[in-house]
């Protein structure tokens, strides 16, 4: 098996950081030894990569993407092909995506559908996700078959009426079977029908741009979906929720209420409510739409009670949410009505790098950088320690990230298939130089050396965090 050294790094992980050098055979880590030790010193291999000055870490885990989504009659911009591609510029080496059940339809043929649109087309590995979008008595047996198979969460709709949504006796019945399987409900945890009234009254009186989507979808209508989430699950006998994309310091709160009482509940959040804000969804000539998604930007004030979750570990996991829209032709279907915006942020290529950004900002740890990017995603999702992790036996799925290069995020030079940066402007420091998927480059100086098909589908095991 060809083998790989990486030298003289210092490798970080959510456990340790440690100078050492780690031997990689075929696909996979078989070794760590301190850097200079006479173990390390006698490693042999085909391929040398020396780390001097970087950090050496796991892949990223992206557990929430939306690869090629149909919304809102268009769809995602990003195709598993260039958005797998763009991950790996940015340091993830892992996504897992949402396939989608249509109303009427089986989970079995939604999740067909998915495996066509990524088979053969993704540079690093992927799982997936199922979003349940028609519960009935056939959907719940099949998730039995499903978590059995390996898709083993599944992300259902308090928002979206008529599209995703379901009702309360719907949830409710979900619950109670991922209590039975094992399977991790995902809640995007905002009232939906309530919405669809503010929505309606806003358009009525004239109310129509893109900064009227944030104040409709009101703070307390996601800490009243969260709270109603959570006690449904308890009805349910406990059954394990993972709160999708929290943005308001109210849902936090009823995350770490449930928490306190030992609830199998957890949260995530994404960077576009640590980094970005309300104040981007009211920039004038239609940019507000750039900022469009669903739970939408808060006012600045909340950022610092996401940090705080994010270090008492009221939120555990910070995902995307990538889900592109090009501002021309896409996001402009929203002109003159908020409410016809697609809903999404592109971000995928951008996560690591921000949430290294927030190390040296002074928010987080480097190892909780790890451990919020990489570890406990692969964890929540049955993924560990195969992602997640630098260790003996571990998936070789490992970036060398050079802390101290600059550079500027910007659409022109980003590798999203969408024609605007969320972060356009944005001074980092910090970035993946060499990124490899089971011990292959994918990047390496500044250049895709990968291929799509490389990527292979990982079946998972379910959440490692329930007792
Ligand atoms: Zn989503």
């Not at 100078?19 to 490693?43: F, P, Y």
């Not at 009254?201 to 004239?206: D, E, P, S, T, V």
């Not at 999702?381 to 050079?402: H, N, S």
Request: with cysteine; proline share 4%.
């Amino acid at each position: 098996m060809p083998r790989t050294v990486i030298r003289n790094g210092l490798v970080i992980t959510a456990a340790e950081e440690v100078h050492a050098d780690v031997l990689i055979e075929g696909e996979r880590v078989v070794a760590l030894a301190a850097t200079g030790s006479s173990a390390a010193q006698a490693w042999t291999a085909e391929t040398e990569y020396d780390a001097t000055g970087r950090y050496v870490i796991p892949g990223g885990v992206d557990a929430h993407t939306h690869m090629e989504l149909p919304f809102g009659g268009t769809a995602a911009s990003d195709t598993f092909e260039t958005g797998t591609r763009a991950a790996a510029w940015g340091g993830t080496t892992t996504i897992i995506d949402f396939a989608v059940q249509s109303v009427g339809r089986s989970l079995r043929d939604g999740l067909d559908t998915w495996h066509t649109k990524a088979e053969g087309n993704c540079s690093i590995d992927y799982g997936l996700h199922m979003i349940m979008s028609d519960v009935t008595e056939d959907s719940l047996k099949e998730m039995d078959i499903l978590v059995e198979e390996g898709v083993t969460s599944f992300k259902l709709f308090m928002a979206y009426p008529g599209v995703f949504y379901s009702d309360d006796g719907r949830i409710l019945r979900a619950m109670q079977r991922g209590g039975d399987n094992g399977g991790l409900i995902m809640m995007h945890a905002e009232n939906g029908i309530a919405i669809d009234v503010l929505v309606e009254q806003a358009l009525a009186a004239g109310r129509t741009d893109p900064r009227y989507h944030g104040e409709v979808r009101r703070e307390l209508l996601e800490a009243e979906a969260t709270h109603r989430a959570i006690q449904l699950s308890r009805v349910a006998g406990g059954a394990p929720l993972y709160i999708v994309h929290v943005s308001a310091e109210q849902a936090v709160a009823e995350i770490a209420a449930a928490r306190r009482l030992g609830l199998n509940v957890f949260g995530e959040t994404c960077p576009q409510y640590l980094f970005l804000s309300t104040d981007n969804l009211a920039e004038p000539d239609f940019e507000g739409a750039k900022y469009v998604c669903s739970t939408p930007l808060r006012p600045r004030e909340h950022q610092a009670a996401l940090w705080r979750g994010l270090r008492t570990d009221d939120l555990s996991v910070v995902s995307t949410d990538h889900c592109p829209f090009c501002f021309n032709g896409q996001k402009e279907l929203g002109r003159g009505d908020f409410s016809k915006i697609p809903n999404g942020l592109p971000g995928v290529e951008n996560r690591m790098d921000l949430l290294h950004q927030a190390v040296l900002d002074g928010h987080l740890s480097r190892r909780r950088w790890i451990e919020l990017a990489c570890a406990t995603p692969a964890r929540m999702f049955g993924l560990y320690p195969r992602k997640g992790t630098i260790a003996p036996g571990a998936d070789a799925d490992i970036v060398i990230f050079d802390p101290h290069e600059r550079y500027t995020m910007s659409a022109a030079t980003h590798h999203m298939n969408v024609d605007y940066s969320a972060y356009e402007g944005k001074q980092i420091t910090g970035r993946a130089r060499t990124v490899l998927s089971r011990g292959a480059a994918v990047i390496h100086d500044g250049e895709y050396v990968g291929r799509p098909g490389h990527g292979t589908y990982l079946p998972r095991g379910t959440s490692q965090y329930l007792i």
